[in-house]
């Protein structure tokens, strides 16, 4: 497994030109509908914060679909769907990133469910040769006990990483006045041959638009 890792990210740093962007994003209006949608309900239904990012970058993916898809022979090959490789951590070490088809088209419920589905098959050895093979782009978060800020290595022939950093509370400006808030990192890197800071940029804040209006998810 390390070894495979190793070679991969290898030829990432060795033959992509890679770019990195971050930005803070607050994160209180998802937070708010997060509790008021879990309130009543029982355990394995309730959502975690991680489907409302991956969501996001879905559709953020959607109006910038130039960063979903592979560099193939110097050219741009867009992806067939947004089929997000979701980065699963091993609990013998080691990483995995399976897809999830059609991120984009799923409502919250279905992508909780999928996630869950995902990771205990991931852990268990259980994935299907097409969950790893197929990604079109990937999204790692490193939930509530990771680091703020995830920089990524692109996954070849793949042309973009996604990465969010734990949820924590900071000061930020609201209407001029300072006052606590949950805030992401979101960091992106992206192949300078596909695509530059500008589009880069656009989709940061893609991904925070959609992140501060949580029923539209």
């Known amino acids: 497994?390390?070894?495979?890792?190793?070679?991969?990210?290898?030829?990432?740093?060795?033959?992509?030109?890679?770019?990195?962007?971050?930005?803070?994003?607050?994160?209180?209006?998802?937070?708010?509908?997060?509790?008021?949608?879990?309130r009543d309900r029982e355990p394995e239904q309730r959502l975690l914060p991680a489907v409302l990012l991956l969501?996001?970058?879905?559709?953020?993916l959607r109006e910038l679909p130039g960063f979903?898809?592979?560099?193939q022979d110097g050219a741009f090959?867009?992806?067939?769907?947004?089929?997000?490789?979701?980065?699963?951590?091993?609990?013998g070490g080691g990483l995995v990133a399976?897809?999830?088809?059609?991120?984009?088209?799923?409502?919250?419920?279905?992508?909780?469910?999928?996630?869950?589905?995902?990771?205990?098959r991931a852990r268990a050895g259980g994935l299907r040769s097409s969950e790893l093979t197929d990604p079109t782009v990937t999204v790692t978060s490193l939930g509530e006990r990771g680091a703020e800020t995830v920089w990524g290595v692109i996954y070849p022939p793949q042309v973009a990483i996604?990465?969010?950093?734990?949820?924590?509370?900071?000061?930020?400006?609201?209407?001029?006045?300072?006052?606590p808030r949950p805030l992401v990192q979101v960091s992106l890197a992206a192949d300078h041959r596909i695509s530059d800071g500008h589009q880069g940029g656009q989709l940061l804040a893609a991904i925070d638009r959609a992140l501060q209006v949580p029923e539209d998810l």
């Open 1 to 38: 497994m390390r070894q495979a890792i190793g070679a991969a990210m290898a030829r990432s740093k060795r033959e992509i030109p890679h770019y990195y962007l971050s930005s803070p994003i607050d994160f209180h209006a998802a937070q708010s509908w997060l509790l008021d949608y879990n």
């Open 55 to 60: 969501k996001a970058a879905a559709l953020a």
């Open 68 to 71: 979903n898809g592979f560099c």
């Open 77 to 91: 090959r867009p992806g067939d769907g947004i089929h997000v490789g979701w980065a699963v951590a091993l609990r």
């Open 98 to 120: 399976p897809a999830v088809h059609d991120a984009d088209r799923m409502t919250l419920p279905e992508l909780m469910s999928a996630l869950r589905d995902l990771v205990q």
């Open 162 to 179: 996604i990465g969010f950093g734990r949820i924590t509370e900071r000061p930020w400006v609201v209407d001029g006045q300072v006052v």
